[in-house]
Nanobody, 123 residues
């Protein structure tokens, strides 16, 4: 079992930046592929980014490629999402998730989830 807690959300103007964190506890954090997903009101949860268990490989949705950076610090049991050049369409609740296998873009294939953190980008 892995417990995940997101933080760092908030209100930011378009073009601004935020960094989300996801603190993990429980079973060995470094053995999980980690991902970020987001869900806007009235929309399905969508893949944002994922990172391999040692952080050597990252994956991004086309909509955030070049603007967002996913990273992890296994010594601190923490996952990060640096969000730059933010747009109003980035407004959503952001979730971190853990998967005990290789990366996936499908939210149904992740085993553990945090409670989410709200990100709002004003125009």
């Amino acid at each position: 079992q892995v417990q995940l807690v997101e933080s760092g959300g908030g209100l930011v103007q378009a073009g601004g930046s935020l960094r989300l964190s996801c603190a993990a506890s429980g079973r060995t954090f470094s053995s999980y592929t980690m991902g970020w997903f987001r869900q806007a009101p009235g929309k399905e949860r969508e893949f944002v980014a994922a990172i391999s268990w040692i952080g050597s490989t990252t994956y991004y949705a086309d909509s955030v490629k070049g603007r967002f950076t996913i990273s992890r610090d296994n010594a601190k049991n923490t996952l990060y999402l640096q969000m730059n050049s933010m747009k109003p369409e980035d407004t959503a609740v952001y979730f971190c998730a853990a998967r005990g296998s290789r990366y996936s873009t499908l939210y149904g294939q992740y085993d553990y989830w945090g409670q989410g953190t709200q990100v709002t980008v004003s125009s």
